[in-house]
């Protein structure tokens, strides 16, 4: 699990963040089993108690379940899923739409490159 963690934002942010682009990348798949709390702290050289939040944090928001005494899986809720998606999207064009606007780049002129850009690639 390699994450890069900045100074900026809280660890348990940046591991909740991570589970949200595996997810909409695919590589956590609906129902997968995810490791377990104290796994997921070492993997990542993070304080358990910040991997117990992050999942916490995840389970309040759908992203993934515990059933009993079972390990944590990835949500089903294909209604959660396309959320996350579109989350990172948005997030990604804010960033995009910020960048572009301070060096004053018309709409039109953004729109021609991007998708001549996308085109490309």
Do not use: C, W
């Not at 589970?19 to 590589?27: D, L, N, S, V």
């Not at 899923?81 to 910020?98: G, N, P, Q, S």
């Amino acid at each position: 699990m390699g994450v890069k963690f900045n100074n900026r934002d809280p660890v348990y942010v940046q591991v909740i963040h991570y589970f949200k682009e595996q997810i909409a990348t695919g590589i956590f798949e609906p129902g997968q089993e995810v490791p377990s709390r104290r796994e997921l702290a070492n993997k990542m050289k993070i304080n358990p108690n910040t991997a117990q939040r992050a999942y916490k944090e995840m389970e309040e928001q759908g992203l993934i379940f515990t059933e009993r005494n079972l390990p944590s899986r990835i949500t089903r809720d294909e209604q959660v899923l396309k959320m996350v998606r579109e989350e990172l999207i948005l997030d990604a064009v804010d960033k995009f739409i910020h960048s572009v606007k301070s060096i004053n780049v018309s709409l039109p002129e953004v729109l021609e490159l991007v998708e001549k850009k996308y085109e490309n690639e």
